[in-house]
């Protein structure tokens, strides 16, 4: 892709070569599948252009051609890629720049509500204000958690979830002491427990108390949420038996029905203390290997 850059700009000019490198890395960031059926390794186009810089050229000197909505989502998922690949974007001036300029927009859309209610949709590079706002230091996981500890309202949209997720990515241990908190349920409604829940099982990073505490979650939903999550990120886990026998004796039964349905076999005997008749024969037709359709 590199190389197809320089030969385009060579031929067609630099502005023709960025907006198909621009519209490319679009594409690997929203459809990964459809590059790689095309035989590009998304993977190593996006890193390339980190490496070489040319991706904050790209989308802050160079993006013409290109619309201000694919810009931004290129911007936020350019963020989003660095924050879970270890990317340090303050080594590019580009994206150092950015950082700088929008460093205060987390702290003063969160102190606004300006996302609170249901209707609020946030920019469309909101992934990179959030980013910013933590990789400059200018906002506090800390402050942000004891915020979202007294939020009622039981609907969130992307902007909370991907906060969460932000936070839970560099500061664990404080979404982990709030749900360990004996109030946590009472003060904390079932759709922020539920985002914080799989914010933290989608790194890896739950206590066996905490995952007690989903698994024994008043709210089916929240709960199911977060069994489903571990299920889901079990190879995350370096202690991943520990965390997943916290919940198998889940009252909840489509918690239970997916466990039995999904976990691998190895994990099956934690099952063994499940109530539910349907959910056991699950469990011994998967042992036996017979098909449960």
Request: with cysteine; net charge neutral; hydrophobic share 35%.
């Amino acid at each position: 892709m590199i190389d197809l850059y320089s030969a385009i700009s060579d031929s067609a000019g630099k502005e023709r070569a960025n907006k198909l490198v621009l519209s490319a890395i679009h594409e690997a960031f929203h459809k990964p599948n459809k590059m790689t059926k095309l035989g590009h390794n998304t993977d190593e186009l996006i890193m390339a252009l980190f490496e070489l810089k040319l991706l904050g050229e790209l989308l802050f000197e160079s993006s013409r051609g290109s619309s201000h909505e694919e810009r931004e989502q290129i911007l936020s998922q350019s963020f989003l890629y660095a924050r879970n690949n270890g990317i340090n974007l303050l080594e590019d001036p580009h994206f150092a720049v950015w950082i700088k300029d929008n460093s205060g927009r987390l702290n003063q859309d969160i102190d606004s509500s300006r996302y609170s209610n249901y209707w609020g949709r946030p920019p469309e590079d909101y992934i990179a204000m959030i980013e910013a706002g933590f990789i400059s230091g200018d906002s506090d996981p800390a402050h942000i958690c004891k915020r979202y500890y007294n939020i009622k309202r039981n609907y969130c949209n992307p902007f909370d979830s991907e906060l969460i997720k932000s936070i839970a990515s560099r500061k664990p241990e404080l979404l982990i002491k709030l749900v360990e908190d004996v109030d946590f349920v009472k003060n904390v409604s079932y759709s922020f427990r539920s985002i914080i829940y799989t914010g933290l099982i989608s790194f890896g990073k739950l206590s066996k108390k905490a995952a007690r505490k989903i698994r024994s979650d008043s709210s089916e939903e929240a709960s199911d949420s977060g069994v489903r999550a571990i299920a889901t990120n079990l190879h995350k886990f370096p202690n991943a038996a520990e965390i997943l026998s916290q919940v198998m004796d889940t009252k909840h039964f489509s918690s239970a029905k997916y466990l039995a349905e999904n976990v691998p076999k190895e994990y099956l005997p934690f099952m063994a203390v499940c109530q539910d008749q349907r959910v056991r024969e699950i469990v011994v037709n998967r042992m036996h290997g017979v098909s449960n359709v």
